[in-house]
Structure formats: structure tokens, C-alpha cells
């Protein structure tokens, strides 16, 4: 179930949040709208998924996974300080956007 509007991330895709993304983060929904909309960087995967990664005031690096579906992407998952392995397998599969 979506409980709010989409979200537009820096590069113009529309992104919907899941409820069960803004019951599984614990930094709340003002977080995740943070991250989506001005993330350190993007990890895109041949169109099929967007991983959103910034560091949060709470002191956490915080990575939202938007999945693509055929009405837009997603957002169904965060992991709280990913690994440098883990994000070095994304990368290996995807290209990398920075924003600052």
C-alpha cells in the first residue's frame, strides 16, 4: 500500500514509497523523503532498480532501494550502513550518479 504522493528524485523519475519502507526505517518518512529527493549519490541497475545513498542527521549512511514496476519505481527497502562490499556488488551491476 502507498500512503503518500511520489517523490521526484534529482534525475526526473517519479518514486512512490511503500508502507512497508516508512515501517521498516526507523529515521521515519521525513528521511526517506530526504534521501530520495537530494541523495549523495544514485546507484542506477539497467533500469530496473535506483539506490538512493546519504549520510542522515542521525549518523547513519542510509541506502533506499526503488524497484522499477511498469507504473514507475518503488521505494520498498533501507538498509542502515550498507558495507563497502555491499555497495561495491551494486556497483559492479550498475553506474554510479553523484550529486555533490
Do not use: W
Amino acid at each position: 500500500m502507498l500512503l503518500i504522493k511520489p517523490l521526484q528524485d534529482p534525475l526526473g523519475n517519479q518514486i512512490r514509497v511503500s508502507s512497508e519502507l516508512i515501517e521498516g526505517c526507523s529515521d521515519g518518512l521525513k528521511t526517506i523523503r530526504s534521501v530520495i529527493t537530494s541523495p549523495a549519490f544514485v546507484i542506477m541497475i539497467k533500469n530496473r532498480s535506483l539506490y538512493f545513498i546519504k549520510s542522515v542527521p542521525s549518523g547513519t549512511n542510509l541506502l533506499i532501494e526503488a524497484r522499477a514496476y511498469p507504473q514507475g519505481y518503488t521505494a520498498r527497502s533501507c538498509r542502515e550502513n550498507p558495507s563497502v562490499e555491499y555497495i561495491s556488488r551494486l556497483l559492479t551491476k550498475g553506474c554510479l550518479v553523484s550529486f555533490h
